[in-house]
């Protein structure tokens, strides 16, 4: 097992890696809104939010040697299910390849961000 780290997207907040590889497969932690360089989170709609945690996953899915294209599944977490279209409108634009998905809404995400998701992708490590 490879563990993944990334100072191009948070650092782990907890006994926890932003992501690890087994067996040809990256899976990574479930990725906030933190803005990486100022660790806190800067953005405030659920477009912002979604955008920085895009950029947080593909840092880590690059330093994992993967990218969203080989992803297989993604759970997405929603701290409204209201903000749905909005968060979908920007995930498809990463996604592209349409792995499966989970999408549920919670009542509470880490320091009350409105989203946050994890990837399983394929890997060359």
């Known amino acids: ?5 990334t100072e191009k997207a948070p650092a782990a907040v907890g006994p926890y890696s932003q992501a690890v590889v087994s067996n040809g497969m990256v899976y990574t932690s479930g990725q906030i809104a933190i803005n990486p360089l100022t660790n806190t989170v800067d953005a405030a709609t659920i477009e912002e939010q979604t955008e920085q945690v895009m950029k ?3 840092a880590v899915l690059r330093t ?3 990218s969203f294209e080989k992803a297989v599944k993604t ?4 701290a409204d299910m209201n903000d749905f279209a909005a968060f979908n409108e920007i995930y ?3 996604f592209t390849e349409l792995p499966a998905r989970s999408c549920v809404a919670v009542k509470t995400l880490p320091k009350n961000v ?3 998701v994890e990837v399983i992708a394929e890997s060359n490590l």
């Open 75 to 78: 759970t997405c977490f929603l």
């Open 92 to 94: 498809g634009k990463y």
């Open 114 to 116: 409105l989203v946050e």
């Open 56 to 58: 947080n996953l593909g």
């Open 64 to 66: 994992a040697g993967s």
């Open 1 to 5: 097992m490879i563990k993944i780290h």
